[in-house]
């Protein structure tokens, strides 16, 4: 038996507004409107069916410690960053992509 990718599920203190940065970002939309729990996981999903079904989860606890998992994506630098992505790095002569943050990424002690 092989295990096959099904979705992709991110862990947030305020799930909402990483859901609608990941939907303005990537141009997901939510795929369950009000009427949800406010402390419902928020399932997005790529409207042209190409992308993974990505799940916003709520967690109490804050991020401590660098992710061991990370996603790549095409886009503008500028644009993301106006969106609320943080810059962590500028492609340089060693990388040729920027690195960014995602607003619920940045490590809290």
Known sequence: MSARFKDLCFDANDHQGLADWWCRALGYERIWGDGRP????????????????????????????????????????????????????????????DMLADPDAICRP
């Open 38 to 97: 406010a402390d419902a996981p928020v399932p997005i999903a790529d409207p042209g069916g190409q992308g993974p079904l990505i799940w916003v989860n709520p967690v109490p606890e804050g991020k401590v410690v660098k992710n061991r998992v990370h996603i790549d994506v095409f886009g503008d630098t500028d644009e993301l960053v106006t969106l609320g992505a943080t810059l962590l790095r500028r492609r340089d002569g060693e990388r040729n992509w």
